[in-house]
């Protein structure tokens, strides 16, 4: 298993609707996760980033982390046309490495 | 300037060339970062530079890449005898510290290499 993976989608949805990401990971990545948005063409900007259990919000945007299961996901609520981008869920490395893994991401559209 | 900058934005070779890609940080981020994305994929790691430790070279593909950073701030990427392969966006980051628990690593806006 790859250290980070995503379903590269694409990934529909129709304005106003909540738009969720996922990404599982393995044992070789910490307890560190972010999600970057990638615009087609531009650079990474980081949107969220989690390291507890639980849940996390920031406006429209919800990181979910479960350690259990090993999975990480971003839910983006009453999502807008201008979030169409590619997300990316990347992690840090299991030893203090302060690399980030990244998985492949997900293309998003979001339709009007 | 206030974000991360690198030059060229675009760079055209022909195989077996040598390229130079340079990075300006942030003013003040002692952590940089080199990552490369390939049509259609996430970014890899290349090479991580933290303060005046050595660098983690363990991200670079082979001996024809290297990269040094010169007095803590501007990194130079150095691609020797080019492939068709390393075609790629080359993108470079930034952070304060390097430690990346809350510490946002600040992308530029990347160098797209072409090799014919």
């Known amino acids: 298993q790859k250290e980070v993976e995503q379903n590269s989608g694409p990934l529909s949805v129709p304005e106003g609707a909540i738009a969720s990401l996922n990404c599982t990971y393995s044992d070789r990545v910490s307890q560190s996760f972010f999600w970057y948005r990638q615009y087609s063409g531009k650079s990474p900007e980081l949107i969220m980033s989690?390291?507890?259990?639980g849940d996390k919000e920031d406006g429209r945007f919800t990181a979910q982390l479960n350690k259990a299961s090993q999975y990480v996901s971003l839910l983006i609520r009453d999502s807008q046309p201008s979030d169409s981008a590619t997300y990316l869920c990347?992690?840090?490395?299991?030893?203090?490495?302060?690399?980030?893994?990244f998985g492949k991401g997900t293309k998003l559209t979001v339709n009007p | 300037g206030a974000g991360v900058s690198q030059s060229p934005s675009n760079k055209v070779t022909e195989k077996g060339k040598d390229v130079e890609l340079r990075c300006d940080p942030i003013s003040g981020h002692t952590a940089l970062y080199w990552y490369r994305q390939s049509l259609g994929q996430g970014l890899e790691f290349l090479i991580y530079?933290?303060?005046?430790?050595?660098?983690?070279k363990s991200g670079l593909p082979s001996d024809r890449f290297s990269a040094e950073r010169t007095g803590g701030s501007v990194s130079t990427l150095t691609i020797q005898r080019t492939q068709q392969e390393d075609s790629a966006v080359y993108l470079c980051?930034?952070?304060?510290?390097?430690?990346?628990?809350?510490?946002?690593?600040?992308f530029g806006p990347g160098t797209r290499l072409t090799v014919l």
């Open positions: 980051a930034s952070s304060a510290t390097g430690s990346s628990l809350g510490d946002t690593q600040y």
């Open positions: 989690i390291y507890s259990n």
């Open positions: 530079f933290q303060g005046n430790s050595a660098p983690d």
């Open positions: 990347a992690a840090e490395l299991q030893g203090g490495s302060e690399k980030l893994v």
